[in-house]
């Protein structure tokens, strides 16, 4: 079946340090893979997506490149904010498994001023 | 636009009591989604309806039942519930099944004693 692998957290940094969160996946299909972002007390929102092989997606100085070779989409973001302290969860869809989303287990980030 | 809405925001149960957890989208969206969350598992989805009028069980259904009441309103019903089901619930919905954007209700946190 489908699976997603992140780091375990907590990742914690420094204001304007550079940021990587690891995701690995593993589907039957071609997925489109996702990054959500969850702050603090709220429901999940999509940050960025990317449906094909090379593509990168990205958002509010985020991104994130689809590796179809090594099976992963890595969180990456240069200079990172105190405003950015929240747990982010990698995603993959799959239409081989009927589209449903598979989450990651979530990393949470925290930005130290 | 409220988005999705849920109620309550939290709940606390005894042991084979039941209730009801609600959730309405405004955003005219045909599928909608109900997930649990627990630490370190991401969110696994307990069950879905791809558009009004029908409804499939996902990865985690056991001890629940759904109801598509309309195009906004889709419940989440505990017959008896448990302490395995203390979790945070969150609804989502999205345009279609798949791989279109989901969005997130704020979610209900339920202990169950």
């Known amino acids: 079946g489908n699976s997603v692998t992140q780091m375990e957290g907590p990742v914690t940094l420094s204001e304007e340090a550079f940021l990587t969160i690891n995701c690995t996946y593993t589907a039957t299909g071609y997925p489109s893979l996702f990054w959500y972002v969850q702050y603090p007390g709220e429901g999940l929102q999509l940050l960025l997506k990317a449906t094909k092989a090379d593509d990168k997606g990205s958002n509010k100085g985020f991104e994130a490149t689809y590796r179809k070779e090594t099976t992963s989409f890595h969180l990456e973001k240069g200079s990172v904010q105190v405003s950015d302290s929240a747990v982010y969860f990698c995603?993959?869809?799959?239409?081989?498994?009927?589209?449903?989303?598979?989450f990651g287990g979530g990393t949470r980030l925290m930005v130290k001023p | 636009n409220a988005g999705v809405t849920q109620t309550p925001k939290f709940q606390v149960l005894k042991t084979g009591q039941s209730m009801t957890l609600q959730c309405a989208q405004d955003?005219?969206?045909?599928?909608m989604y109900w997930y649990r969350q627990d630490p370190g598992m991401g969110l696994r989805l307990i069950y879905y309806?791809?558009?009004?009028?029908?409804?499939d069980k996902g990865e985690v259904p056991n001890g629940y039942n759904v109801s598509r009441l309309n195009k906004r309103e889709f419940s989440l019903r505990l017959e008896s519930a448990a302490p395995s089901q203390t979790s945070v619930y969150f609804c989502?919905?999205?345009?279609?099944?798949?791989?279109?954007?989901?969005?997130f209700g704020p979610g209900t946190r339920l202990t169950v004693l």
């Open positions: 955003m005219n969206h045909n599928s």
């Open positions: 309806s791809a558009s009004e009028g029908t409804t």
């Open positions: 995603a993959l869809s799959d239409r081989d498994a009927g589209n449903m989303l598979t």
């Open positions: 989502a919905s999205s345009a279609d099944r798949g791989w279109h954007e989901q969005f």
